[in-house]
C-alpha cells in the first residue's frame, strides 16, 4: 500500500518570506510518479508538478523549486518570496503502476498575510 | 476552453433522499475518477472509470453509485445507504495512456445534510 505524510498540517508566513513544505512517502514500487497540487478556496485542485522515481533532478519553475531525495523519500516543496496569492492547501501525491487512484497527504495550508 | 465542469456547487440532502452530482469533461479524457475530501484530509477515491460503460469501485465506494454512458459524463449518486455524506466532492479526469499522466480537477460539489 501506498502512504503519503504531509506532516505540516498550517504554515503561516508574511509576504515575500520563503516557505518550505515537507512530503514524505512510502511504496514499494521502484517506479512510481510523484505529484503537487494546489487547491485555492475555491475549491479546485490545480496540478503544479510531476516526477518520476528515475528522475531525481531538482526543478525550478518562476517561485517554486521542488526538491526530491530518494534516500529520504521526500519530495518537499518550496515558494520563495510568498505572495498572499500562495495561499491555499497543497497536496503531495504518489501513484503506482496499476493503481488507479492517487494516494494524498493530508495537505498543508498556507497562509500568507501581508 | 477544455475542463471539467461540476454541478451543483452547493448541494443539500434530506434523511432518507439519493441525490447526483454531475461531472462533464470536454478535455477527451478515457478516464475519470470521484474523489471525497473531508477536513483535514486528503481526498480519497470513491469510484473511477477507465472507459464508456465501465467502472471499478475505488476505496471508499459503499453508499456511492456511477454511471459511464457517456465519455465526457461521469455522474455520482450519494444514496440514503451513505450515512455520512457530508463532504467536499471532486471530479477529475486524465489521458490515460499511463499511469504518469496527471489528473485534472473540477471545482468540487459540497455536500450537506438538512
Known amino acids: 500500500a501506498q502512504k503519503v505524510t504531509q506532516a505540516q498540517t498550517e504554515i503561516s508566513v508574511v509576504e515575500k518570506e520563503d516557505v518550505t513544505l515537507d512530503c514524505v512517502y512510502e511504496t514499494r514500487d521502484t517506479t512510481y510518479y510523484l505529484f503537487w497540487y494546489k487547491q485555492p478556496p475555491s475549491g479546485e485542485l490545480v496540478f503544479l508538478i510531476r516526477r518520476n522515481s528515475f528522475d531525481e533532478q531538482n526543478e525550478i519553475s518562476g517561485r517554486y523549486s521542488w526538491n526530491f531525495q530518494k534516500s529520504t523519500s521526500s519530495f518537499n516543496f518550496t515558494i520563495t518570496a510568498s505572495q498572499v496569492v500562495d495561499s491555499a492547501v497543497y497536496f503531495c501525491a504518489l501513484r503506482v503502476p496499476g493503481d488507479y487512484k492517487l494516494s494524498f497527504g493530508a495537505g498543508t495550508t498556507v497562509t500568507v498575510r501581508a | 476552453d477544455g475542463g471539467i465542469t461540476q454541478s451543483p456547487k452547493y448541494l443539500f440532502r434530506k434523511e432518507g433522499q439519493n441525490v447526483t452530482l454531475s461531472c462533464e469533461q470536454n478535455l477527451n479524457h478515457d478516464a475519470m475518477y470521484w474523489y471525497r475530501q473531508d477536513p483535514g484530509q486528503g481526498l480519497r477515491l470513491i469510484y473511477y472509470?477507465?472507459?464508456?460503460?465501465?467502472?471499478q469501485k475505488g476505496d471508499i465506494a459503499e453508499g456511492y453509485s456511477v454511471s459511464r454512458e457517456k465519455k465526457e459524463s461521469f455522474p455520482l449518486t450519494v444514496t440514503s445507504a451513505q450515512k455520512n455524506p457530508t463532504a467536499f466532492y471532486l471530479c477529475?479526469?486524465?489521458?490515460?495512456?499511463?499511469?504518469?499522466?496527471?489528473?485534472?480537477f473540477g471545482d468540487g460539489t459540497r455536500l450537506s445534510i438538512l
Open positions: 477529475a479526469s486524465s489521458d490515460d495512456r499511463g499511469f504518469s499522466q496527471p489528473q485534472h
Open positions: 472509470s477507465q472507459i464508456v460503460n465501465d467502472f
